[in-house]
């Protein structure tokens, strides 16, 4: 089993930044993906990003590439997702999520097992 919370969300004006942060715990050993996705009302849940717990090697949607980093540390466990130059449609409620697979894509919701609350992000005009 293993437990993600998030954390750092907020209300921020266009062009702004903010940090958010993934702690996990439990058999967070059997970690092979961290990811971040995020949700607008009415929309589906979307990738944001990835990062190989092992490796570092990180991946992006289009819409954040250039603007959001993703990093982890291992000996805290914990993933950070960096935000910059953000835009109204940006708002959403972000989560964190753990994939113990390998193989299953890490774009895909469906692909990871453990999931964070959610922490929303406001982004005004």
């Known amino acids: 089993q293993v437990h993600v919370v998030e954390s750092g969300g907020g209300l921020v004006q266009a062009g702004g930044s903010l940090r958010l942060s993934c702690a996990a715990s439990?058999?967070?050993?059997?970690?092979?993906?961290m990811g971040w996705f995020r949700q607008a009302p009415g929309k589906e849940r979307e990738f944001v990003a990835a990062?190989?717990?092992?490796?570092?090697?990180?991946y992006y949607a289009d819409s954040v590439k250039g603007r959001f980093t993703i990093s982890r540390d291992n000996a805290k466990n914990t993933v950070y997702l960096q935000m910059n130059s953000l835009k109204p449609e940006d708002t959403a409620v972000y989560f964190c999520?753990?994939?113990?697979?390998?193989?299953?894509?890490?774009?895909?919701?469906?692909?990871?097992?453990?999931w964070g609350q959610g922490t929303q992000v406001t982004v005004s005009s």
């Open positions: 990062v190989r717990w092992s490796t570092g090697m990180t």
């Open positions: 999520a753990a994939g113990v697979n390998y193989y299953v894509d890490y774009v895909t919701a469906g692909g990871y097992d453990y």
């Open positions: 439990g058999r967070t050993s059997s970690i092979y993906w």
